[in-house]
């Protein structure tokens, strides 16, 4: 958070501070996270070898408050904040709380001025590009409500994996303009080429295709979409992308220009371990033009993405604290991340590969992979066979998980585990699938 002393209001502020702690006034809440407060990765390791280093990973453990009285591996919800994250929250809460107002109406925009510079830092582009929203769901929705321009003529697509209120949001288009509707359907497990594949099968089988939302990581099992091949094909093709990044960002280490798309929307407090209350709108500069405005907000120059959210009264204290989130997620290293998840998905996919009884959903080569991913017992594929299972683990074996329903295939149960989850929890999981038979 930036310096809260400059100004009047900053002075005053500080000179209740001054005055003593009567007050209850927190200690200024600064933009950084000290460096004595952030893991240290060792330099010398790769990522593959650190994601292996049990003992690395256990200190970063220790970082965490853990759920109680049960193994939780689902960590798709939302993160957990890290200890220095929270405590800089509980600081900006207070301080909001406390300044009210004052705080609120002098010094909170150069506060979220510099939480959207950091979220645009960290993902490679510009600060004009980044919208601070509520979460995800508010950048995706007002992307496809406020996409202009769709006529009966047209047809939009998305895809059995796509996040399910997306997907009734683009069905939603049928009524409000007359289009069609697309669904692409996968395979229960499949390769980079089989996705793109689908795609591009559906791209030829409907030339009328005006509108495309894509997910980068899927939340059902974790399956990584080839987004940049795909949303070259679709642009060739005048087809407009959307891209549902919600999942995917901290759970892989990339930047927009990897994903080779003009509109995304983002989760802060999924794996970058912001406050709950935090995703980001991308729109790329020059694009704005067919993409209206938030009903009522005005940009007759189409040069200011923030038009495109509303956000009224929100969380300041949520907001102010990106930065911290940012320099934890920064200071164990998104590579590092990315490849301590996939170890731990790999310890038990490995397994269940061998095990007749079950069967994986996900990415059949290790590019369609991400750390979170799902199973179901063979043919077992009703959401009450789900629910069964999911409840099996939890009350069998004290493993808490969630089931997913939406895909084509059927519904499963989603495994997650997060930087702070053990090999031995892991272990825990591998012993009750073989049990499951
Ligand atoms: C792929 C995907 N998209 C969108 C969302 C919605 O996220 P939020 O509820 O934070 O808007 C989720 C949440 O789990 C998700 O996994």
Redesign the pocket.
Known sequence: MVDKLAGVSRRKVLGAMVAGAAYGLPSLVSAQTERRDLPVPPKTASAQALARDEGFWKEIAGYYDRTQGIVNLEH???GKMAHPVQNAFIDATRMVNAQNSFYARKDYSDDARLSVHRVAQALGVHDDEIVITR????A?HNLIRQYKGLTPKDAVLYADL??P??KDTMVWLKGAYGVNTVEVTLPQRATQAEILGRYLDAFDANPNLKLMLI?????QHGLVVPVSDIAAEAKSRGIDVIC?S???WGLLDYKISDLNVDWA?F?L??WIGSPIGV?ALYMKRGTLAKVAPYPGESDPENSRASTRVHMATSNFASIITIPNAIDFHEAIGAANKEARLRHLRQLWTNEAEAMGHIELLGGLDEESWTGMGSFRLQAKNTVADARDLQQRLENDFGIFTVIRVGLASGSCVRITPQVFTSENEISMLIDAMKKLS
């Open positions: 798709g919800y939302w979460n995800a769901s508010e995706i796509d996040y209120s997306f997910t980068h990581v899927s939340n549902d919600a999942q995917s929307g989760n407090h999924k995703g």
